[in-house]
């Protein structure tokens, strides 16, 4: 069974950073997608970024560019994302996704991890 090992979430004041990191578990893939989506209280799950089969790094949300970066190793089965000038409108619990059509309908979730940012 596929797991996806999510880390990194926490509190941080605004303007700081954070980063996410997630890598999977129970299997190894000999290359997979893997992203980041997000969700906000009251708010739709939407797609943050990530990195397609062929390793090349996506981003979703506008209001993240330049802001947020995609790093990792689909190879490897590993995703990062590094969070800076972090707003409180990017509290919101992130989820790790791998497989399938990344941005729109992967096939595989992690629980989530919490990032709170404060005013």
């Not at 949300?61 to 970066?69: L, M, N, P, Y």
């Not at 399938?100 to 709170?116: E, H, M, S």
């Amino acid at each position: 069974q596929v797991q996806l090992v999510e880390s990194g979430g926490g509190l941080v004041q605004a303007g700081g950073s954070l980063r996410l990191s997630c890598t999977t578990s129970g299997r190894t893939f000999r290359r997979i997608a893997m992203g980041w989506f997000r969700q906000g209280s009251g708010k739709e799950r939407e797609f943050v970024g990530g990195m397609d089969w062929s390793g090349t790094i996506i981003y979703g949300a506008d209001s993240v560019k330049g802001r947020f970066t995609v790093a990792g190793d689909n190879a490897q089965n590993t995703v990062l994302l590094q969070m800076n000038s972090l707003k409180p409108e990017d509290t919101a619990v992130y989820y790790c996704a791998a497989g399938g059509a990344i941005a729109v309908r992967p096939d595989y979730w992690g629980k989530g991890t919490l990032v709170t940012v404060s005013s």
